[in-house]
């Protein structure tokens, strides 16, 4: 089957009205995350619609075993070297953990900053009900939110493991109600994280915003990965919903190992590579 590619395919900038159009006209939209400018660079290049600067960085770029310790200043740093190599993708920042937990003045100062510094074109936020006032509050002054519902990994103290949420009905029917809240305090979009796919099917066809999936099923309107997982770049991480379009960590080693060798072989550099 041809890829649908009606609504994004002259796009020039793609904004929250061009996802909602895409989602209207049943195109999926498609997300994946950065943190330096020549990746950045590629992946606008590649025409993804979302680039998103996920606090992922803390496991990914920085080695740590959870998000928590990112802070808004890395987050900082980080969007504003992606947003140097995109002309075309939105690019989303996400807020730190403590970065808008204290308080909405908190949060929207913390918000505004991050807009102010990197030039984002979004942020988003993790939870339900207990930030729908700043949802808001950002929302009114200018400051488009995506939200973040299931398996949100700033919780993970909470929930004490990185399994799949909302199996147990009553978490599945608040996972639903918190999307209905964050749709009407105003997210352009949410992304669902590690649910049940029949969740992410309710969620996605009750909600007018898109959905934007991992490891959420195939019913929502669009999907996330975290680049370095689906580059093959993190061999030990294996969860099913992460599909590996390479094998970049076997192909960086391999390259690594070729130069040590042609340099101890004087191999490298030769009379052509030597000025
Ligand atoms: O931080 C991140 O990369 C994310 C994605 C997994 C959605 O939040």
Not at 77 to 97: L, N, P, Q
Not at 180 to 193: D, N, Q, S, Y
Not at 229 to 244: A, N, Q, S, T, Y
Request: proline share 3%; hydrophobic share 40%; charged share 25%.
């Amino acid at each position: 089957m041809p890829v649908k590619r009606l609504i994004s395919k002259d796009v020039q900038h793609v904004t929250t009205k061009v996802l909602q159009l895409m989602k209207d006209s049943g195109e999926k939209i498609t997300m994946l995350t950065c943190y330096d400018y020549l990746t950045a660079k590629f992946l606008d290049a590649a025409k993804i619609e979302m680039i998103l600067v996920g606090d992922s960085l803390g496991n990914v770029v920085q080695g740590n075993e959870t998000t928590l310790p990112v802070t808004l200043e890395e987050m900082i740093y980080h969007t504003s070297i992606v947003r140097k190599g995109v002309e075309r993708a939105m690019v989303i920042a996400d807020m730190t953990f403590m970065s808008y937990q204290v308080g909405e003045d908190d949060a929207v100062r913390n918000c505004g900053k991050v807009m102010k510094l990197t030039g984002c074109d979004a942020i988003k936020m993790e939870g339900g009900d207990y930030i729908a006032g700043t949802v808001k509050r950002l929302v009114e002054i200018g400051i488009p939110v995506m939200g973040h519902l299931g398996l949100t990994p700033q919780s993970i103290n909470k929930f004490g493991s990185y399994k799949t949420r909302g199996i147990e009905k009553s978490e599945a029917d608040q996972i639903y109600k918190d999307a209905l809240i964050l749709e009407k305090a105003g997210c352009f979009a949410i992304v669902l994280e590690k649910i049940p796919a029949k969740l992410g099917k309710k969620v996605s066809e009750a909600l007018k915003i898109p959905t934007i999936g991992i490891g959420a099923g195939q019913y929502c309107d669009g999907q996330v990965l975290v680049t370095p997982d689906m580059l093959g770049m993190i061999e030990e991480f294996k969860p099913r919903f992460v599909r590996k379009y390479m094998t970049l960590a076997q192909d960086m080693k391999d390259a690594f190992r070729r130069y040590i060798s042609d340099v101890k072989e004087n191999k490298f550099p030769t009379k052509e590579e030597s000025y």
